[in-house]
């Protein structure tokens, strides 16, 4: 069913449907079509454009396509219809017969799309902070298996100085969380209805479009009817939120993929989320945080793709902005699919608690504590950095770490460093020591991780 044919005196061509035609991809729409059309059908009854009698037909009409959409989500292949709005509008009419034809009163496809991809984004964004909040689970489940256990804590890769597993994945944490908090907050935003803004100047029928919103569950209308139809920053910022999670999970996944390495060897994959190599037959491969790495910049062009269409439209509708869906269903999808599959991989995780405790303790990442030491015998940090220094550069001499310099020799350093000086070396007094709030201590992660805890079982 054509929704635009009389003034034309030539059928479209095929090269031009082909082309033109949205319902291949908009079809996913179908159930927030329905919906907004139901509260569109009340609407109409109460300016009396609808018989009682004819609403309860559209009312159950709707509600009939409805179901069968639920059944079967796959979009029609043999539809010849334009899009979502019209492929609705013409089962309607094979359901109800041509009492169908009075729905489209008042509306446009303009709002119509609007109003679809908004509810679209509702429901979706529900989905994902759910997903979001699973991911935020299995990373404090993954902090209260390794509470205790010590790795290196590395900057510029290099080792630097030691921290606690849980440490290093709650500062994960932090960034899902922030992300969950971005989602949260442009759902509010967009939670606006654009129904009854028509094709761009407000519908010619006085339609309470208060009621409407509610109706759909939104916070309220659209304020400005040209700015309601063009209006697609929900998307951009879904986007953006969406590209800025995966890159939170981007690094996550290559910090585990380094761990996971041969060269690091602190963390172990489990066989149920690794895959081998069809050659060696030694290897075993970090494939799902790879993928996840991979994804990331997927998102991310989806990102810069939107932006791109957007900037030079005029006001209001145009059918570039037909292209806001697949990018954005798309890169809502891997999204969604990426805090899934880290959910599920975290428990398949281990940590060689014993290689990471050995690595913490390589590399000199306790020559800041000696430092520190150097600070409490009175002397200044700048020329106790240097002192340090000096010991490190000897004990690599040696070859040894630095508790394993004696104490001549470190006196001939420094006259003030005694033999406590073992003790403040010890990789747990250093740990102990970083007991500022935010630090790897002990005793402030454990209240981190309650903490965290608490925040994540409010949600
Ligand atoms: N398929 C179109 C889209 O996704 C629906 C709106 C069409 N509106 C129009 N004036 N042609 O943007």
Known sequence: MSMWGGRFEQASAGEFRAF????????????????????????????????????EILQSGLDRLLQRVQK????PLSSNEEDIHSWVESELQKLIGSTARKLHTGRSRNDLVATDLRLWSLAKTHTIGEH????IDALLAFAERYEEAVMPGYTHLQRAQPVLVSHWALAYVEMLERDLERLTQARERLSQSPLGCGALA????????????????????CRNSLDAVSDRDFVIELLATASLSMVHLSRLSEDIVFYCSGEAGLFLLGDAISSGSSLMPQKKNPDVFELIRGKTGRVAGHLQAMLMTVKGLPLAYNKDMQEDKEGYFDGLAQWQQCLAIMAYALPHLRVDTQVAQHAAELGYSNA????????GQGIPFRDSHELSG?????????GVPLEALTLADMQQVSSRINEDVYAAL????????????????PAKVHSALRRARQRSQAH
Not at 29 to 53: C, G, H, M, R, Y
Not at 132 to 135: P, R, S, V
């Open 72 to 75: 079967d989500p796959r979009a």
């Open 426 to 441: 010890a990789l747990m007094s250093g740990m102990n020591r970083r007991s500022a709030l935010g630090g790897t201590a």
């Open 202 to 221: 407000g519908s010619g029928i006085a339609v309470e479009r208060h009621e409407i919103a509610a109706e759909l569950g939104f916070n309220g209308p």
């Open 20 to 55: 033109n035609d949205s319902l291949k991809f908009d079809y996913v729409l179908a159930p927030f079509d329905i919906q907004a059309s139901k509260a569109w059908v009340n609407a109409l009854t109460e300016q009396q454009l609808l018989t009682n009698d004819e609403q």
């Open 132 to 135: 979001l909040l699973a991911a």
């Open 390 to 398: 000096k010991l490190v550069l000897i004990a690599i001499q040696q």
């Open 368 to 375: 800041t504590d000696l430092a520190d030491y150097l600070v």
